[in-house]
């Protein structure tokens, strides 16, 4: 079989295509005259901080956008604000120092009509050691170290609303309830969907908690739930050896079945599913520990 020619695009619209070119490298700064730039008196004991969180933060997005030190970060962000005929006073840098360990970063987003519906799920960032490339060619060196990133995405408009940064060695079904909390209490959930990692009933009662509706499908090994069974156990850590924990902390929790896809001989109207009772590896590995220490 002969190899299909490539395609050639030949580009006619010259105009609007270098117009495009020239819009990418424009930069376009927005300011609004009204923002507390200064903090207000905070009325306890102590002398109060003179910046609001809204100028530092401002501040702290100009050193990240153009990945500038404190210092050159003070001299352009009151080059932005003498282009802006704003005479407002720029944090030094000590400040900046200071303030950025403490601060709450604000994340702006956009509503969409209706009920919010969340997508959940995480990824891993490496921050230490060999690239993929030099591991698939020659092997690895040194122990590359990850941290985990959770994150929740509102479907409608792309926005992420929550982010949670957590060690390799935690699952997702802990982490969220903390993602849950982020979003604002008079904010209505509608949905939370993610994979079989949130079927358990930490997840599942966190959801219900918030009013919204759990899009979950359930594990393969998963059965009823005892209407008298016991509340969830809070979450463990493990500081040991990295392959220790095989899935998620604890055993999976309940789904509410009457809102995911159910199965042929389960009555989903009454009862919730759980994982499977079987002893885990991490079971195994604590009971041997026991065992040892006795």
Not at 120 to 136: N, P, Y
Not at 239 to 261: D, I, K, L, Q
């Amino acid at each position: 079989m002969s190899k299909p020619p490539t395609s050639r695009y030949r580009t006619t619209n010259w105009k609007s295509y270098n117009d495009a070119l020239k819009r990418r490298g424009s930069l376009l700064i927005w300011l609004d005259k009204d923002m507390m730039w200064l903090a207000p008196k905070a009325g306890r004991p102590g002398r109060p901080p003179v910046f609001s969180p809204a100028a530092i933060q401002f501040c702290l997005m100009v050193k990240v956008l153009f990945g500038l030190p404190l210092r050159q970060t003070t001299g352009m962000v009151g080059s932005i604000l003498q282009m802006a005929s704003l005479d407002w006073t720029v944090p030094d840098f000590s400040t900046l120092s200071r303030r950025q360990k403490t601060i709450t970063v604000q994340m702006s987003n956009r509503r969409a009509p209706g009920p919010l519906n969340l997508l959940v799920d995480s990824t891993g960032i490496k921050f230490l050691g060999d690239g993929e490339w030099l591991a698939r060619t020659h092997g690895t060196h040194r122990r590359r170290q990850y941290r985990k990133v959770h994150l929740a995405m509102d479907t409608a408009t792309g926005d992420i609303r929550a982010v949670e940064f957590t060690s390799r060695d935690h699952g997702d079904s802990p982490v969220l309830p903390h993602l849950l909390d982020q979003i604002p209490p008079d904010e209505q959930i509608g949905t939370v969907i993610g994979d079989g990692a949130f079927d358990t009933r930490r997840c599942h009662t966190a959801i219900l908690d918030r009013g919204g509706t759990a899009v979950i499908p359930i594990r393969k090994n998963g059965r009823r739930w005892k209407e008298d069974a016991p509340p969830p156990k809070p979450a463990t850590t493990y500081s040991g050896r990295p392959n220790a924990w095989a899935g998620p902390f604890g055993n999976a929790g309940p789904a509410n079945t009457s809102e995911v896809v159910s199965r042929p001989g389960c009555d989903v109207s009454k009862h919730s599913v759980r994982g499977s009772r079987h002893e885990t590896p991490t079971a195994k590995l604590l009971k041997s520990i026991s065992v040892w220490h006795s």
